[in-house]
């Protein structure tokens, strides 16, 4: 069984660019998260989609948005980078079975904004 | 704000067990204790949860104490490729969706 599959592993934009990063969950999942991991503030929850609703979201200004397809795939964007952008884009699925469900994480995409 | 406390490092021998502590002393009845390990630049991997029971899979042992305000992670024979970060992280038992709170983790260094 597949894991969950994000695309660009390594990407690098210029300040002003805008982005856009894909993941596919495993296959059944239904529930996808994104979450930034930088070295200063570690692992930040982004915003999390169920049936291509957004049911959750952290604090993080509007540049980042998202995106939640009707086969689970989802998509995170981020207009008008900063140099404090860069970071590794994770993405994180669940079947959503209700009490102490497990979540599995994909490799991530390491985005640099120079 | 992550609901854990952990040491920020412990160091273990190879083919000994490592035991990572986490503090979670105002966790809740409802609240699953799950614990991911994240190898340098690569995702989290999940390692294991439980509510109140203790807790064994093939990769680890969990351990919770009786009134469940800490746990215990046991990895019982480390190898080098333990070498991690271990998060320990608290989740309401009927959060359904995926969002969880990182804190800052217990770093792991495994040394032959």
Redesign the interface.
């Known amino acids: 069984k597949a894991g969950v599959t994000q695309t660009p592993r390594y990407l690098i934009k210029t300040r002003g660019q805008q982005v856009t990063l894909s993941c596919s969950p495993i296959s059944g999942h239904r529930s996808v998260s994104w979450y930034q991991q930088t070295p200063g503030q570690g692992l930040q929850f982004l915003f999390e989609y169920f049936s291509e609703t957004q049911r959750n979201k952290g604090n993080f200004p509007g540049r980042f948005s998202g995106r939640q397809f009707s086969n689970s795939r989802s998509e995170m964007n981020v207009s008008t980078l900063e140099l404090g952008d860069s970071a590794l884009y994770l993405c994180a699925s669940s079947l959503r079975t209700g009490n102490g469900n497990t979540i599995y994480f994909g490799e991530g995409s390491w985005l640099t904004v120079v | 704000d992550a609901k854990t406390t952990q040491p920020p490092s412990m160091d273990c021998a190879e083919g000994r067990a490592a035991n990572l502590p986490c503090n979670h002393s105002t966790i809740s009845g409802n609240e699953?204790v799950?614990w991911?390990r994240q190898i340098h630049?690569?995702?989290?991997?999940?390692i294991i949860?439980g509510?109140k029971n203790n807790e064994t899979n093939e990769m680890a042992s969990l351990i919770i104490t009786e009134d469940r305000k800490s746990s215990t992670l046991i990895l019982p024979h480390a190898t080098l490729r333990d070498t991690a970060v271990y998060?320990c992280i608290v989740r309401p038992?009927?959060q359904?969706?995926?969002?969880?709170?990182?804190?800052?983790g217990t770093t792991l260094s495994v040394s032959s």
Do not use: M
């Open positions: 699953y799950y991911y630049s690569q995702g989290p991997q999940y949860h509510l998060y038992q009927n359904a969706g995926t969002a969880l709170i990182f804190g800052k």
